[in-house]
């Protein structure tokens, strides 16, 4: 049987490897469209018909502007596969941010809000587990974005504190709603797994998450 910490992982990875897959498609979809047609106009040029050159280089262009998109995909998927290398180890936490809001851009367009993780002023680093923070960061922002707004924005941001670090994420624009946010069981045991503590404020429209810099 698969304990708690296993199916919040499996959850996690699950809804991850979902999301990429259908970005990848949507990619493959257009270039496959547009190679479609690019064929069309070959054909036509076979046939005698005048082409038009800087049409056939803007579909190139698509093409590999789209084949670009899906390396940046995969390549953040491979990121998120190799978090699980090692249980702990030392972490740049901008990275795992960084990551973690590139692979929530899918869920932050499908709720149509926004989500930004703007370059630290002093990056800082913590030995910790990357694979179960960028999972309590996901939950979070997973519980949030309902209570959204449309159009507005997730900021994501951290700093040292003291012998730790604080991860924030901060609602911008109008004030949610007032209905109670309700963090579920993941967070709490995923909080307890990295020895760190998550809390709310509506009055700063803001999640916090603590972790201490070196977990044991």
């Not at 106009?41 to 076979?46: D, G, L, T």
């Not at 795992?96 to 692979?103: F, G, H, N, P, R």
């Not at 503590?197 to 070196?214: L, M, W």
Request: net charge negative; glycine share 6%.
């Amino acid at each position: 049987m698969i304990d708690s910490t296993g199916r919040i992982g499996l959850a996690f990875f699950g809804a991850l490897s979902a999301s990429i897959s259908h970005e990848i498609k949507n990619r493959m979809a257009i270039i496959h469209e547009q190679a479609s047609l690019l064929e069309d106009y070959i054909h036509m040029a076979a046939k005698g018909s005048e082409t038009d050159p800087e049409r056939m280089l803007k579909i190139a262009g698509s093409i590999k502007k789209q084949v670009g998109n899906a390396d940046v995909i995969i390549k953040n998927m491979n990121r998120l596969a190799h978090s699980t290398d090692d249980l702990k180890r030392t972490a740049s936490v901008e990275e795992i941010i960084d990551l973690i809001a590139a692979l929530s851009k899918r869920m932050a367009d499908l709720h149509e809000v926004k989500i930004a993780a703007p370059q630290a002023k002093e990056p800082c680093s913590a030995h910790t587990s990357p694979f179960l923070l960028m999972n309590l960061i996901w939950w979070c922002i997973k519980t949030i974005m309902p209570f959204v707004q449309k159009n507005d924005t997730i900021r994501l941001s951290h700093e040292k504190s003291g012998d730790g670090v604080l991860i924030r994420m901060t609602v911008e624009g109008k004030p949610i709603s007032e209905e109670e946010i309700e963090f579920p069981e993941e967070t709490s045991i995923l909080a307890g797994l990295l020895n760190g503590e998550v809390g709310y404020s509506r009055e700063k429209q803001q999640c916090v998450i603590s972790i201490p810099a070196a977990l044991p």
